[in-house]
């Protein structure tokens, strides 16, 4: 089934993150060398909030 995808930068929250008026803090941030580990906490179901990925 083809489901269209939302942007990153819509949603109710988008202008106010983009404004710097809403500050998001994820709970932790990997490097994409390292978006196994990523992967892992999250299959292992450790997550303790949104996590990141940055592209360096």
């Given at each position: 089934m083809n489901r269209p995808t939302t942007?990153?930068?819509s949603g109710a929250g988008a202008g106010e993150?983009?404004?710097g008026r809403l500050k998001a803090k994820p709970s932790?941030?990997?490097r994409f060398e390292d978006?196994?580990?990523a992967h892992?906490?999250?299959?292992a179901g450790e997550?303790?909030?949104k996590m990141v990925?940055?592209?360096?």
């Open positions: 942007p990153p930068t993150v983009a404004g932790r941030v990997f978006i196994h580990e892992r906490v999250l299959e997550a303790k909030g990925g940055v592209l360096d």
